[in-house]
């Protein structure tokens, strides 16, 4: 198809295609006779798909992205790497701490934290720099008390990595050993799993939040005995 | 305290409290005789503690952190109308999405599972059309699978839920009512916990995806007899 046919599939507009194309994101359409006229599949679309995942839903730089994109294309790089390049790439990042004595404080509660949990974790894993920041910030703030629910998210995160190398798992299962499409099956679950994944947790836990918030206030306006739901004078359903 | 000791005790450099007093993140201090001599107090590096942690853990904007402070400042603000507030806040801006028909039954599946689940939500919430722009594109990608996970997803954010209230809840119970203190409590447990508290749940997801995968990788390489971390010869821990 045509770079226009492309872009109507993809809903990428031909100057944000042409952007990829220079960038090194996309490859190049197949040359035709003319010179502007380069012909494209549906290779082509399912990247620009990718792309768009990573940067939209991800909000993933165009260098970050790069760098996935790089892992994806490296055959020798296998499922376990490549999770930690892409997160890695997904990581924001960091700002310099403001007090580097309480942030090594916090860092050494998280090394507590793995060691507590049994967890076997990459030394330079940028999640336990990110994890000291939340410390060290609900320490500066005295918010000691959310400290609290760490271990209750830590049986949260368990539960959902579950769920996502269970879904790696699955993938692989369906497409016999040796087949080109294997590879492409677990590149797509451990890229796509940890940035989708992260969108979809995030949505989730604000709505889940909301309805617990709605079912408090609810609770505190008519009493207990309304707030299990089933008196339908609750905030309106979406 | 002058500026320049608010500065070094909250380690914000002088140009960039400048810059929050200028955009009315910041109080301005009180005046003493001279003119470029305002003083500070604990209040001001609370404050300034607080704008730093929306900005470099939350990866607010100027904007949304002036939004979510003005709802901090306004008392007529309960608990549910302040969690709406940041979530709005914390969202970012959604872009166009490139097929408005798949995205509308994307966005009817996000109903129904917030049907399934008896959440009351708001139908305005940010969140339905960011799950729904996840799941279109999990759609798009051909990643279906993936989408099998949504309701052990929706299970943990219940979870982490009930954790982020209890917190709301024992930090209201600590202070009585009519104490100054009790909304500063509230708007801090409910602020800071969905901040804070996503960026806890995202490090925690991938360090639990890194110790499951590490664990499926030494599986596949000694035997599944050794995934179980008593071995000692996995990945090194941190």
């Not at 492309?6 to 944000?16: D, F, N, Y």
């Not at 000291?132 to 000691?144: C, K, T, Y």
């Amino acid at each position: 198809m045509r770079i226009a046919e492309l872009s109507r599939r993809s809903g990428v507009s031909v100057p944000t295609i042409k952007y990829y194309l220079r960038e090194g994101l996309l490859p190049g359409g197949t040359t035709t006779g003319s010179p502007n006229q380069a012909a494209y599949d549906e290779t082509h679309l399912r990247r620009l798909r990718l792309i768009r995942a990573l940067i939209d839903i991800g909000g993933m730089s165009i260098a970050a992205t790069r760098e996935v994109l790089a892992a994806v294309d490296d055959p020798a790089l296998e499922g376990h790497e490549l999770l930690g390049i892409a997160h890695r790439a997904v990581a924001p990042a960091r700002r310099p701490v403001p007090d580097a004595e309480a942030w090594q404080r916090a860092r050494t509660e998280v090394d507590d934290l793995v060691a507590r949990r049994g967890w076997y974790i990459s030394p330079d894993a940028p999640a336990l720099d990110k994890l000291a920041d939340v410390v060290a910030a609900m320490r500066a703030l005295e918010m000691v008390e959310l400290l609290a629910v760490v271990d209750g998210y830590a049986d949260a995160a368990e539960a959902v990595a579950r769920h996502d190398l269970g879904t790696v798992a699955a993938r692989m299962a369906a497409v016999p050993p040796g087949d080109p499409q294997r590879r492409a099956a677990m590149v797509g679950a451990v890229v796509l799993g940890t940035v989708l994944g992260e969108a979809m947790l995030s949505a989730l836990r604000r709505l889940a939040q909301e309805d617990a918030s709605a079912r408090m206030l609810h609770a505190g306006r008519t009493g207990p005995g309304s707030a299990d739901g089933t008196a339908g004078a609750g905030p309106q359903r979406a």
